[in-house]
């Protein structure tokens, strides 16, 4: 049964939410499922904003027929050739044979990579324009927020931008798909965080070149194709994406990360972390990497300012999930945060050598002294460094 919401005048959110979903990509941990939205425009002609992934497919089916209610669908708009929007397009044109797709030339290109076949096609460049009747929809290029045959489409009438992958989040969604509907900062934030992190982060020159060209936009409403659509209050997520994709921290204040055999390393860093509270640092965080998902650490070492990386030496390297997560924080192109070091080995210490070498081909990274050495456990001599330590980093938060 469909299960449709109007946006505003002549726009339908046609869109599913997916609960069963336990990795997004096949890689990022959803507990709380994965929303997909499309949108309908219903105007002289009508035109579809983008599909859906395959396991929602028959929901958005009939959330469409639906909503178009016996018309012709005229157009559909893919702004973004990922699967999770576009793996209906096969079985939209055996419904609507007359369907005219719209994208930029790689998304055009990409529908015959994945799916074979030839589309009737309606090509878009920057600030090429489509009229449906009352809305005319102008497409400008995004390229690489996600992928780069992304567009976003604005239309001037009612000052709507669908934003492709922008400003989405990881979660289901739950009848309030208005951001002013449900407690965002309280409840989405650290989700639109990881989402961000960890899809666009790597791009963020090219997202902060989006969000130049937004700016010039007389934009009322965001329609992101997942997560809440935002009709009030829009510089709350704007000014998050301002602060992400110019990798500038939200929290001054320290995050711990930990890699630990047998718990001595984990030691050391709940010992600093404990020295953080007494030097007066707040909202200080500690993580085992092996227990904690790495998303979820790439989205806090986004968010925070300074960061401690703790790893025992493993088949002398750089133990296992902490070299996972360090590399995906280089491949997000994580830069600017204060940094400090602690190893530990009982035979060959090597872990620190590593770190630092990983983390020196990173952008702006301090490295801050004393890099921790500890052998088997925390000792009398280990306690003094980590009060140094805890100084320095503390100091580098108060800056
Ligand atoms: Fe929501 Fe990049 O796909």
């Given at each position: 049964?469909?299960?449709?919401?109007?946006?505003?005048?002549?726009?339908?959110?046609?869109g599913a939410s997916d609960r069963r979903l336990q990795l997004f990509?096949?890689?990022?941990?959803?507990?709380?499922?994965?929303?997909y939205n499309n949108y309908l425009i219903l105007d002289d002609k009508t035109c579809l904003m983008d599909g859906i992934d395959?396991?929602?497919?028959?929901?958005?089916?009939?959330?469409?027929?639906?909503?178009?209610?016996?018309?012709?669908?005229?157009?559909?708009?893919?702004?973004?050739?990922?699967?999770?929007?576009c793996s209906c397009i096969p079985e939209l044109l055996r419904r609507y044979p007359k369907l005219k797709i719209v994208g930029s030339q790689k998304a055009i290109q990409m529908i015959g990579q994945f799916y074979h076949i030839d589309v009737d096609s309606i090509v878009v460049k920057e600030k090429d324009t489509l009229e449906l009747g009352h809305h005319t929809l102008t497409f400008y290029t995004a390229a690489m927020v996600h992928w780069p045959?992304?567009?976003?489409?604005?239309?001037?009438?009612?000052?709507?931008?669908?934003?492709?992958?922008?400003?989405?989040?990881?979660?289901?969604?739950?009848?309030?798909?208005?951001?002013?509907?449900?407690?965002?900062?309280?409840?989405?934030?650290?989700?639109?965080?990881?989402?961000?992190?960890?899809?666009v982060g790597k791009y963020g020159v090219q997202t902060t070149a989006l969000l130049r060209k937004l700016e010039a936009l007389d934009v009322k409403m965001l329609l992101p194709l997942h997560a809440h659509l935002w009709r009030k209050d829009l510089?709350?997520?704007?000014?998050?994406?301002?602060?992400?994709a110019s990798y500038t921290p939200e929290k001054k204040s320290v995050a711990i990360f930990y890699g630990s055999v047998y718990g001595h390393t984990g030691n050391a860093a709940d010992i600093l972390s404990m020295k953080l509270a007494e030097l007066g640092i707040?909202?200080?965080?500690?993580?085992?990497?092996?227990?904690?998902?790495?998303?979820?650490?790439v989205s806090t070492a986004f968010e925070y300012s300074t960061l401690v990386f703790a790893s025992a030496t493993y088949n002398a390297e750089?133990?296992?999930?902490?070299?996972?997560?360090?590399?995906?924080?280089?491949?997000?192109?994580?830069?600017?945060?204060?940094?400090?070091?602690?190893?530990?080995?009982?035979?060959?210490?090597?872990?620190?050598?590593?770190?630092?070498?990983?983390?020196g081909t990173m952008k702006n990274m301090t490295l801050l002294e004393p890099m921790i050495s500890i052998t088997s456990s925390v000792d009398e001599n280990t306690l003094a460094g980590l009060d140094d330590l805890a100084k320095a980093l503390a100091e580098s938060v108060k800056v």
């Open positions: 049964m469909y299960n449709i919401r109007e946006v505003q005048k002549d726009i339908w959110w046609v990509e096949n890689a990022y941990a959803t507990p709380d499922g994965m929303s395959d396991a929602v497919s028959r929901q958005f089916f009939d959330n469409l027929t639906k909503a178009l209610d016996g018309r012709e669908l005229d157009y559909m708009v893919v702004q973004h050739m990922e699967p999770d929007h045959e992304v567009i976003v489409s604005f239309d001037s009438s009612t000052g709507t931008l669908f934003s492709a992958d922008a400003f989405g989040a990881f979660g289901a969604m739950s009848g309030n798909i208005f951001a002013d509907e449900v407690d965002w900062e309280h409840d989405w934030k650290d989700e639109a965080r990881r989402y961000y992190a960890n899809i510089n709350i997520i704007t000014d998050l994406y301002k602060s992400w707040r909202d200080v965080k500690v993580y085992d990497v092996s227990k904690t998902e790495v998303s979820y650490l750089i133990f296992d999930n902490m070299h996972t997560l360090l590399t995906d924080l280089k491949n997000h192109n994580l830069s600017g945060r204060t940094v400090g070091i602690i190893e530990n080995g009982s035979w060959a210490l090597s872990a620190k050598k590593k770190m630092t070498e990983l983390l």
